[in-house]
C-alpha cells in the first residue's frame, strides 16, 4: 500500500530493478513533493520561534499488487504505521528558517508477509535570504528502507544520503538574479544484485526579468555517477527557460534543452530534455495544475548472465492534478499521470538478436480526501489504478489499491 499522500512520488520512480534515475535542476520549478508522504504542520509545541509537531498516521487498505509484478494474482489487505515528528524554526527577522523531520514507517501484508517493508529516515534544512535579495541553503537527509527483494527473495535493504548547499540572488530589486548548487548522493544495498553508487552534482543558472511578470534564465548542469562494478559517467545539460505570472491566478513556467552523457569505458548518448510547469487558481475552492518533463539518464549493470549492460533510458512524463475544497475541514484531490520509459541498449548485449531495448507506458489514475474532524484529528482515504504496457511482457503488470486511515498530529 502507497503511503496516502506520497504515491505520486513513488509512482514517478516506478521504472526498472537495474535502472536507477537521476535528474537534476537548480530551478525547482516543479512542485517538489515530499519524499516521505509526511502530513501537513500542525501547530505543534512552541517555545520561542520553535515548533515540535509530534504525529502518528494509521492506514489499513487492500493491494492488488504489491511487488508491481507480471501476471500477479495474490492481492493482500495491509495495514500501514507511521510515526514521527517535524520540526521548524523562524528567526525573528524571518530571514533564517530551519526545518527537519524524523520518521518511522512500517508496512505489514496479511496474506503476503514477504512484502514487509520498514522505513525511518530524517531531513533538516537550513536556509537564510539578505535584505539585498541573497539567499544561501544547506540541505540533509537519510533513509533507510528494508524489505525483501522481489526478483531474488533476498534482503534488499537500501540506506540513501543527500547532501545540498546553494546560493544565489533571487529579489526584485535586481533585474539580473542567479544561483549555483552542489549536491552529493550515496546509496547503497545489501543485495549484492543491485549496484552501490553515488553522484556529484553541480550546477548554476543566470536569469533576467523581461517584464514585471516574465524572467528569462539560462542553466548548466554537471554530474559524475560512479557506481559498483561499472563505468563512472558524467552528464552534462543546458537548458534555457521562461517562468511568467500571467494574471494573479495563473502562472507556469517551461525550460529546454540538450543533455550529453559519456562513460569512461567510450560510449556516449545525446538527448533532449524540458520541465514544464503550469498551475491555475479557479477559485477559492478549486485549483488545477499540469506538469511535464523529459530527460535522459544513462546508465551500466552488472549481471551474471549477460555481463555488463551499457544503457541510456528515456523518460517523458505529463500529469494533471485538480485540488477541491468544498468546505474548509474537507479536501480532495484528483490525479492522473502518463510517462513513457524508454530503455535504449548500446553495444552488443542484445546482439542475439532478442531485442534493443523496449519501452514501457505507464498510466495512473488517483483520488484522495481529508476530512479534519478536530484540531488533531483527521480522517483520510484514498484510491488508485495504475497499468503499464510495454514491448517487453514480462514488464507489464496492472496494480489497484485503496486505503482509509486516521491521523492524529499535535
Known sequence: MKKLTGALVLLLVVASAQAREYSFSPFGWLTDLDM????????GITWNNLKFSPYVEVLFGYDSNPPLAHNWDGGSWDVTLTAGALLAYTSPSQRT??????FYSMDRYFQRSKDDRDTFGEQLTLSHVTPAGYYFTVSEGYVYGMGNDYYTGESADRNTLNLSVGAGRQSDQSRWIWGGTLGYEDTDYDNTYYNDNNAFTAGAYLGRHISEKSSATLSGNYSYRTSDNTSDIQGYNLMVGLRSRLSPKVTYSMEGGVQYSRATSGWDSW???????????????????????????????ANSAYGTQNYAN???????????????RLSTTTQVLYRRNEYKYMGDYYATGRMNGCVDDLYMARIAATLTMTSYLSF???????TVDSDLKSNEYNEYSAAIGLRLKY
Open 36 to 43: 516521505y508522504g509526511l502530513p501537513a504542520r500542525s501547530d
Open 97 to 102: 528558517n530551519l526545518s527537519g523531520n524524523l
Open 271 to 301: 538527448g533532449a530534455s524540458y520541465n514544464l510547469s503550469l498551475g491555475w487558481k479557479i477559485s477559492s475552492k478549486l485549483s488545477a495544475s499540469v506538469y511535464g518533463s523529459s530527460w535522459v539518464q544513462p546508465s551500466e549493470s
Open 314 to 328: 528515456l523518460y517523458n512524463t505529463i500529469g494533471a492534478g485538480v485540488t477541491f475544497v468544498p468546505f474548509r
Open 380 to 386: 483520510i482515504a484514498s484510491a488508485q489504478y495504475q
